[in-house]
């Protein structure tokens, strides 16, 4: 099993429709965040957590830490949202840190 | 501010070959991340630098070293290469130690073709 998985592996919906993609992990962390990534393979840091909820624009992020479960959110979504979103996990000791990445969500916002 | 750049944006080696690869942080970033993303892998964690020092290294063989500069400028080399290191090679820097308060900025990344 994974220590950090995504759901789902690919998501198409219509402009406009409310997004969660979602990430369960399966280790203690320090920090969870979220990558976009467009083809051609620019990534974007869109979100760095390690408790609660973060909003930017029509994207947010929200973590349970109890749960080990953290979701991504767009709301109204737009093709330009059309891209692949990766999960990543902190974890480890001080000087034995490492980062685990999820498999990506690939989203397509059709017009 | 210019962003992280990285390298060359394409190579295209041949098997035993040695290669290394560049990133340039953001001005005032003093932390680097390398990362490689495979098809069949996804994306890996590969080594981190901060001030010069190697602080986290990922399941890679010893074939993958890196180093940092002075200037915060940071060098990955794979030597011997064979066909499975073909892959996109990312670098991210932030500002300091990228724990949890500090974000990661991404370089476009070089393409590496190991044929």
């Known amino acids: 099993k994974n220590e950090v998985e995504q759901s789902p592996q690919n998501l198409t919906a219509q402009e406009g429709e409310f997004i969660t993609i979602n990430c369960s992990y399966s280790?203690?962390?320090?920090?969870l965040h979220w990558l976009q990534q467009h083809p051609g393979g620019g990534i974007v840091s869109l979100f760095m957590?390690?408790?609660g909820k973060k909003k930017h624009g029509r994207l947010i992020a929200t973590i349970n830490i109890q749960e080990k479960h953290s979701s991504l959110h767009i709301t109204a979504s737009h093709p330009r949202d059309s891209a692949v979103y990766i999960c990543?996990?902190?974890?480890?000791?001080?000087?034995?840190?490492?980062?685990?990445f999820g498999t990506g969500t690939r989203l397509t916002i059709i017009p | 501010k210019a962003g992280v750049t990285q390298t060359p944006r394409y190579l295209i080696k041949t098997r035993g070959q040695q290669v290394t690869l560049s990133c340039s942080p953001i001005?005032?970033?003093?932390?680097v991340s390398w990362y490689q993303q495979t098809p069949g892998q996804g994306l890996q964690f590969l080594f981190e630098?901060?001030?010069?020092?190697?602080?986290n290294k990922g399941n890679f063989p010893g074939r993958f070293s890196g180093r940092q500069f002075s200037n915060s400028r940071s060098e990955m080399n794979v030597s011997t290469l064979e066909l499975g290191d073909s892959a996109l090679y990312l670098c991210?820097?932030?500002?300091?130690?990228?724990?949890?308060?500090?974000?990661?900025?991404f370089g476009p990344g070089t393409r590496l073709t190991v044929t």
């Open positions: 991210a820097s932030s500002l300091a130690w990228p724990g949890a308060s500090y974000e990661q900025y």
């Open positions: 990543a996990v902190r974890s480890g000791d001080f000087g034995n840190e490492k980062l685990t």
């Open positions: 957590l390690s408790s």
């Open positions: 630098y901060f001030s010069e020092t190697q602080r």
């Open positions: 280790v203690g962390i320090s920090a």
């Open positions: 001005s005032g970033h003093r932390s």
